[in-house]
């Protein structure tokens, strides 16, 4: 398990992370969101230790991360900012981390690049913005880590790609419990992939929720009423946003599913529907609540 313990960091007058508590369990999906200066990639390289926290502590199973060679290889940092060595090909970059990592799969290796259709023998900074982040994916599961963390790793790969790029996090996760740590300014992009989803803002988490628990106790009702009745008059229902189109109403409730169906049946609709919320239509409802406009912070 990862803690971070009132993790800040500074850069002069800057406060880039500011007091953060979080804890990210193994063989779950963790997505930091944030708009661009939010601290998501000053939070993740403190993380990985390559900052230092100006206070508080990070730490792999009570074991501090900052300048302890034996916890950091249990993990692989993805940088939005890619760098390689000068004019090296895959193929040498392979052979560096296979001395860095004792777990880093060769064979994978080879067989993830030819699958991707990359030049092992290709000079990198000949490579595409896309086909750099590709190479660094294939690095970051064929280092066999248990943790890995990606900084805006989805930004610059094709949509084909990106469920490509999912599909491998989630087989590595249920073959050998490998924990991601997604870094990203869209929603969108962490939807069918994240278990635990934290929203930072100014430096600071927001909020930072269980997506499953989230699902269980917030719904999206569409609704027809009898005649005569508004949305006003549904007073048992704990009614988080109501829009109202003609006779079609769409609400925003919380609670569970059986909860609110027999809410509403009291009321005897011509019609009721509970349908599934999107993972933006749920931060929207909880920031909202929390007096921010998600709006105006991610989308």
Known sequence: ??????????????????????????????????????????????????????????????????????????????????YFFSNSTPEQLMKFYMGVYPKFNKNRFIHLMDSFELDRKRKINTFSKGMKKQVSVICGVCAGTDYLFCDETFDGLDPVMRQTVKSIFIGDMEERNLTPIIASHNLRELEDICDHVGLLHKGGILLSKDLEDMKLNIHKLQC????????????????????????????????????????????????????????????????????????????
């Open 1 to 82: 398990m990862i803690e971070a313990k009132n993790l800040t960091k500074r850069f002069g007058s800057l406060m880039a992370v500011d007091h953060i508590n979080a804890q990210i369990l193994d063989g779950s999906v963790f997505g930091l969101i944030g708009t661009n200066g939010a601290g998501k990639s000053t939070f993740l390289r403190m993380l990985s230790g390559v900052l230092k926290p100006d206070e508080g502590s990070v730490t792999i199973d009570g074991k501090e991360v900052y300048e302890n060679v034996e916890v950091k290889s249990r993990f692989f940092y993805i940088s939005d900012d890619q």
């Open 224 to 299: 027809v009423l009898v005649p005569g009745m508004n949305v006003a008059d549904l007073k048992t229902l704990d009614i988080i946003h109501a829009d109202a189109r003609g006779s079609l109403c769409t609400l925003t409730v919380r609670g569970t599913r059986e909860e609110i169906e027999a809410r509403m049946e009291q009321y005897h609709p011509i019609f009721a529907e509970i349908i599934p919320l999107s993972l933006e239509e749920i931060f929207i409802s909880e920031t909202e609540v929390a007096g921010y406009d998600i709006k105006k912070l991610i989308l």
